[in-house]
């Protein structure tokens, strides 16, 4: 199995995916032939990256990654949680805006980026990994790197915020490189 299709439609996930999963040959969704929207509808991560990577899979017939990941702030009872990229309504920025104003003069700003990765095949198997990376909430934004709440996550691995970390650096320590190395041991 060298052909996967990543069922995502943010391209910032898939080239991260295909630089951490680099021993398989990944293709977007679309450039597989996959055209339409998945609704989100699981309570976790793990129900979305599955509802996700089995609507694709169904329709192509091709062997299908997907991950569904995001923030968990421990003050807010882990939101945004699954609901991370739609926060706001307004997109990432929005999202950053958003969060800044709910933690307004809070002190306990822990939080950590989780993710759920799912792959199924056309035979029906599923398998799964989890992955998780701890951190706090800055004050405000540090670096451009990176994408969606990266420049406010400060990683306690790199000593630094995502959006000052390099790719490499970011990679070898995330919530989704960790979820990928937890699914490659299950299958």
């Known amino acids: 199995m060298t052909r996967i299709v990543v069922a995502s439609g943010n391209k910032h996930k898939i080239e991260e995916i295909k630089s951490i999963f680099s021993q398989a040959e990944l293709v977007s ?87 759920a990765v799912c792959l199924c095949l056309p035979d029906g198997k599923a398998f799964f990994g989890v992955g998780r990376t701890c ?18 996550f400060y990683s306690d691995d790199l000593k630094k915020s995502f959006g000052l970390a390099s790719e490499q650096e970011k990679n070898s320590v995330s919530h989704r490189f960790r979820a990928l190395e937890d699914l490659r041991k299950n299958i």
């Not at 339409?36 to 990256?49: L, M, Q, R, S, V």
């Not at 997907?66 to 609901?83: H, K, N, R, W």
């Not at 307004?90 to 002190?107: F, P, S, T, V, W």
């Not at 951190?135 to 406010?152: A, H, M, R």
Request: aromatic share 8%; charged share 30%; glycine share 14%.
């Open 29 to 115: 969704m679309t450039e597989a032939g996959f055209v339409g929207d998945i609704e989100e509808t699981g309570k976790t991560f793990k129900e979305n990256a599955y509802i996700k990577a089995k609507t694709v899979c169904d329709a192509l017939r091709l062997p299908t990654l997907a991950d569904d990941s995001g923030l968990c702030v421990d003050v807010l009872g882990g939101a945004p949680g699954i609901f991370s990229a739609r926060f706001s309504g307004e997109g990432d920025a929005g999202n950053r805006a958003l969060l800044l104003k709910r933690l307004k003069g809070l002190d306990d700003r822990r939080a950590h980026f989780e993710c």
């Open 135 to 152: 951190g706090k909430i800055l004050e405000q934004e540090q670096g451009d790197n990176g994408f969606g709440y990266d420049s406010l």
